[in-house]
């Protein structure tokens, strides 16, 4: 059983910064691509940021410059680092990994069960 958890989420002012973590756990394999995305009321899903195994990373244009995202895969983890946060980045933050585990040699798309994310005016 694969799980994603995320954390780190919280209540902002304008301008602020927040550290979103991820933790993937289960009898994992490899880790492939992993990424950041969100969701605002009434939106759809939209990727954040994204980062390879080897650490290669695309950032959407809304949020290049303020936000970064990295992994540990020693530990199994991502995170993603937030400054200068806009009200429009108001969200529930999802977590999203490709994993493979010891139990079958493919790799399945995983998510995480979400991060509320509120930036205030």
């Known amino acids: 059983q694969v799980q994603l958890v995320e954390s780190g989420g919280g209540l902002v002012q304008a301008g602020g910064s927040l550290r979103l973590s991820c933790v993937a756990s289960?009898?994992?394999?490899?880790?492939?691509?992993m990424a950041w995305y969100r969701q605002a009321p009434g939106n759809e899903r939209e990727l954040v940021a994204s980062?390879?195994?080897?650490?290669?990373?695309t950032y959407a244009d809304s949020v290049k410059g303020r936000f970064t995202i990295s992994r540990d895969n020693p530990r199994n983890t991502m995170a993603l680092q937030m400054n200068s946060l806009k009200p429009e980045d108001t969200g529930v933050y999802y977590c999203?990994?490709?994993?493979?585990?010891?139990?079958?040699?493919?790799?399945?798309?995983?998510w995480g069960q979400g991060t509320q994310v509120t930036v205030s005016s």
């Open positions: 999203n990994a490709d994993i493979s585990t010891l139990a079958s040699p493919f790799t399945n798309n995983y």
């Open positions: 289960g009898v994992l394999f490899r880790i492939d691509d």
């Open positions: 980062i390879s195994r080897g650490g290669s990373t």
